[in-house]
């Protein structure tokens, strides 16, 4: 039966009303997104994700996105210091089942070879027309990578309509550190791969939801998955020592 003669709501009754299940509306937007808790789903190579069809068109769906770190530099100088990779940025946005095509395009970073400078790849969930993008850290050398990187919402035209839950969480990774310098750490983003040279290392950035920076030593240590940026090794006589940037990921949550 309809509800007539009502001229204003306030807000507390309208919560209420809708805890109740009262006037249809649609479930709200995901509050308490616990990114420590296990994913729905964890996509670690690229392809296509479908839509469930288990699931209407106002229920929610969270990405958290993770770019590839960076590589740590390698070498056999002991004049230099060989410095650890960034870790891959972050982004993540929640969006309406019923905003989202029957299909996305998933690309996953990777991590950057070892001594090579090699950035890590960008993440990229995308439509035909649109994207979100997280981006890989940045490679190292002799020379650290001083800044963390960040994820970036790009490439979403103001012609097409955001089925996003506010703007996205963008986070910036570890930066790579240098000598003895603290390797950068991370919320979201991988934590940053460490330094060092022939006798004195130090121990990879930690990000707390996704991969930790892999450790500097003689071989550096590879980032851990997702993100992590690789760790600055030294060999006397030289080598391909330093550590991999860890691959990135997408993690999706239903609900």
Same mark, same amino acid.
């Given at each position: 039966?309809?509800?007539?003669?009502?001229?204003?709501?306030?807000?507390?009754?309208?919560?209420?009303?809708?805890?109740?299940?009262?006037?249809?509306?649609?479930?709200?937007?995901?509050?308490?997104?616990?990114?420590?808790?296990?994913?729905?789903?964890?996509?670690?190579?690229?392809?296509?994700?479908?839509?469930?069809?288990? $699931?209407?068109? *106002?229920?929610?769906? =969270?990405?958290?996105?993770? @770019? %590839?770190? +960076? /590589? &740590? #530099?390698?070498?056999?100088?002991?004049?230099?210091?060989?410095?650890?990779?960034?870790?891959?940025?972050?982004?993540?946005?929640?969006?309406?089942?019923?905003?989202?095509?029957?299909?996305?395009?998933?690309?996953?970073?990777?991590?950057?070879?070892?001594?090579?400078?090699?950035?890590?790849?960008?993440?990229?969930?995308?439509?035909?027309?649109?994207?979100?993008?997280?981006?890989?850290?940045?490679?190292?050398?002799?020379?650290?990578?001083?800044?963390?990187?960040?994820?970036?919402?790009?490439?979403?035209?103001?012609?097409?309509?955001?089925?996003?839950?506010?703007?996205?969480?963008?986070?910036?990774?570890?930066?790579?550190? $240098?000598?003895? *310098?603290?390797?950068? =750490?991370?919320?979201?983003? @991988? %934590?940053? +791969? /460490? &330094? #060092?040279?022939?006798?004195?290392?130090?121990?990879?950035?930690?990000?707390?939801?996704?991969?930790?920076?892999?450790?500097?030593?003689?071989?550096?240590?590879?980032?851990?998955?997702?993100?992590?940026?690789?760790?600055?090794?030294?060999?006397?006589?030289?080598?391909?020592?330093?550590?991999?940037?860890?691959?990135?990921?997408?993690?999706?949550?239903?609900?």
């Amino acid at each position: 039966r309809a509800l007539t003669n009502i001229a204003s709501v306030d807000a507390t009754t309208v919560a209420a009303l809708g805890a109740a299940g009262v006037g249809g509306g649609a479930p709200a937007a995901p509050e308490n997104f616990d990114p420590a808790s296990t994913a729905d789903e964890t996509i670690t190579s690229s392809g296509t994700w479908t839509k469930p069809s288990s $699931y209407d068109d *106002d229920s929610w769906v =969270t990405f958290y996105l993770v @770019g %590839g770190g +960076g /590589a &740590g #530099g390698g070498g056999d100088n002991q004049t230099y210091w060989r410095a650890g990779g960034s870790g891959g940025g972050a982004t993540v946005f929640a969006a309406r089942m019923g905003g989202l095509p029957a299909t996305l395009t998933i690309t996953v970073g990777a991590g950057g070879a070892g001594s090579t400078a090699g950035n890590g790849g960008q993440t990229i969930v995308a439509t035909a027309s649109a994207s979100i993008t997280a981006n890989g850290g940045s490679g190292s050398n002799t020379q650290p990578s001083r800044n963390g990187r960040v994820g970036f919402l790009i490439n979403w035209p103001a012609s097409i309509p955001s089925p996003f839950a506010g703007a996205p969480v963008i986070d910036t990774s570890g930066a790579g550190n $240098y000598g003895q *310098d603290v390797a950068g =750490t991370s919320n979201y983003g @991988g %934590g940053a +791969g /460490a &330094g #060092g040279n022939l006798t004195a290392n130090s121990t990879g950035g930690a990000s707390l939801y996704a991969g930790n920076g892999g450790n500097a030593g003689n071989s550096g240590g590879s980032g851990q998955v997702p993100g992590g940026g690789g760790g600055g090794g030294y060999t006397a006589g030289g080598g391909a020592n330093g550590g991999n940037g860890g691959a990135g990921s997408v993690r999706i949550y239903y609900g």
